[in-house]
C-alpha cells in the first residue's frame, strides 16, 4: 500500500503522519533498529549498529548512531524491539524517519 513490502498494521490510527492512515509518504532509506527511548509524544529513539572500513589500517571499527523517529498511533513499541524505520518528509528538527513495522517484540 506505501510502496514497500510491509504488513499493515492491525490497529487504525487518526495520526495525520501515518504513512499507513494519513497522507504522510515514504522515500529513500529503510533502516533497522533498537528501540533505545518511548518516552516522548509520538516519538521513539532507535539505536543502530554499523561497520565502518578505516583505510589506514584496513579494517572495520564498530559504530553506532542514536535516530528520532516518529511513532503513529497504530503502532505500540517497548524498549529493546527491534523495529523497521523508513525515511520520510522533515517531520521536526530531529524526525526524518517514520516507523514501518515491528519486526521482533521484547515479551516482558
Known amino acids: 500500500m506505501i510502496g514497500l513490502d510491509v504488513p499493515e498494521p492491525k490497529s487504525v490510527c487518526n495520526d495525520p503522519n501515518c504513512p499507513f492512515h494519513g497522507t504522510l509518504s515514504v522515500r529513500g532509506q529503510i533502516l533497522e533498529g533498537i528501540v533505545t ?8 529513539t532507535i539505536e543502530r549498529s554499523y561497520y ?16 528520532s523517529v516518529h511513532k503513529p ?11 523497521k524505520v523508513s525515511e520520510c518528509r522533515p517531520l521536526s528538527k530531529t524526525k526524518h524517519f517514520v516507523l514501518v513495522e515491528v519486526l521482533t517484540e521484547l515479551s516482558e
Open 73 to 83: 498511533d497504530c503502532f505500540s513499541v517497548n524498549i529493546g524491539d527491534s523495529v
Open 52 to 67: 565502518k572500513f578505516i583505510q589506514k589500517y584496513e579494517r572495520y571499527e564498530k559504530r553506532k548512531s542514536k535516530i
Open 37 to 44: 527511548n518511548n518516552k516522548a509524544d509520538r516519538t521513539i
